[in-house]
């Protein structure tokens, strides 16, 4: 069945899951050291800020149209991160207005979508921003059994945090695998 997923690595999508079970099982026991919150904070600041660094500076050099989606993508978790006033709900409706600009383009962006890793990257990246925040909205309160919340409860927030910044550096891998040669023409002049 050839599609707009057929060619996806799912592979890629194991990342965040099995981040999630590293997270539960190896660093639970020692979850005082985790539920400090500064370490995922900084990472997820250089992270994201990295992200916004690499795709500014395609901005620059390449002409591509998915490029300014990108930054714009980046530009919103960067600024959420940093904890701007209004930017924890302020990220949901810049994806929402991203994904309504990444429609309207879609004929413009369709074949640098289609290049090397980028969609799977992409979808990937997504997928770990999914489960993050279904982490976040305490979702496995309401799916596991009664033993596990207990340990659902004392985990969950590190388990956020942490899930957050693997999302980040996929966000990174995302903005690098998305090279694609569309170099701005030199003035000649």
Not at 110 to 122: D, E, I, W
Not at 156 to 168: D, G, I, Q
Request: net charge positive; glycine share 6%.
């Amino acid at each position: 069945m050839k599609g707009f997923f057929s060619n996806l690595d799912w592979r890629m999508f194991l990342i965040a899951p099995f981040a999630m079970l590293i997270i539960a099982f190896v660093f639970a026991p020692q979850r005082d050291i985790y539920l400090i919150k500064g370490v995922p904070e900084l990472m997820a600041l250089v992270l994201t800020g990295a992200a916004v660094a690499v795709s500014g500076f395609r901005l620059k050099i390449e002409d591509n149209p998915l490029v300014p989606l990108m930054f714009a993508f980046c530009l919103a978790f960067f600024s959420r991160e940093i904890h701007f006033a209004g930017t924890s709900n302020g990220v949901y409706i810049a994806v929402i207005a991203i994904g309504i600009w990444a429609w309207r383009w879609r004929g413009r962006i369709a074949a640098s979508v289609n290049t090397g890793y980028f969609k799977t990257c992409l979808f990937a990246t997504g997928w770990a921003y999914f489960l993050a925040l279904l982490v976040q909205r305490r979702f496995f309160k309401h799916v596991l059994p009664e033993p596990l919340l207990v340990w659902e409860h004392s985990i969950h927030v590190p388990m956020e945090e942490w899930l957050e910044v693997v999302a980040h550096a996929l966000l990174l891998v995302t903005v690098f695998s998305g090279f694609s040669g569309f170099l701005k023409k030199q003035d000649k002049g």
